[in-house]
C-alpha cells in the first residue's frame, strides 16, 4: 500500500510547488517576452530569486516561504530599483520589482500589463 501512495504524494508535492517559472510562463502567456533570467539567489533575504528582462524592463521574481517574508522584503525591493521608474508588488508569499532605468515604456502600459498578469498568477 505504501507503494502506492507514493507516487500520488510525490505527484501531489509537484504540482504544488511554484518557482519564478511560473511567472515567467504567465507573462509568455500574456504576449510578453522575458528573456535572460537566472537564478539571482538571495537578492532579497530569504527569497529565490530570478532576474532578467521581461519586454525591455528590468525584472526581479522573488518566492518566498511565507506572506510575512515576502512583505519584510518590500522594502529591499524599492532600494533595488534605485532612482529608476518602477513597482514593488508584493503577491502572497511573492515579490516582484520591475523597472524602466532605460525610459522604454514611457507611458507605464507595459509595465501595467506585467503586473496585472503577475498578480493573477500569484494571488
Known amino acids: 500500500m505504501l507503494r502506492r501512495g507514493l507516487p500520488l504524494v510525490v505527484l501531489l508535492m509537484v504540482g504544488c510547488s511554484s518557482s519564478a517559472d511560473d511567472v515567467l510562463d504567465a507573462w509568455k502567456a500574456a504576449g510578453e517576452s522575458p528573456s535572460g533570467f537566472t537564478d539571482v539567489g538571495e537578492k532579497l533575504p530569504g527569497g529565490k530569486c530570478k532576474a532578467g ?4 524592463l528590468d525584472a526581479t521574481v522573488c518566492v518566498f ?4 517574508q515576502a512583505k519584510k522584503a518590500e522594502e529591499g525591493g524599492w532600494a533595488l530599483i534605485g532612482t529608476a521608474v518602477g513597482s514593488v508588488v508584493v503577491s502572497s508569499k511573492w515579490v516582484l520589482i520591475i ?10 502600459r507595459r509595465m501595467n500589463v506585467l503586473v496585472k498578469a503577475f498578480q493573477k498568477k500569484t494571488g
Open 65 to 68: 516561504e511565507g506572506s510575512e
Open 99 to 108: 523597472s524602466d532605468p532605460r525610459k522604454e515604456d514611457p507611458s507605464g
Open 53 to 56: 528582462k521581461v519586454s525591455g
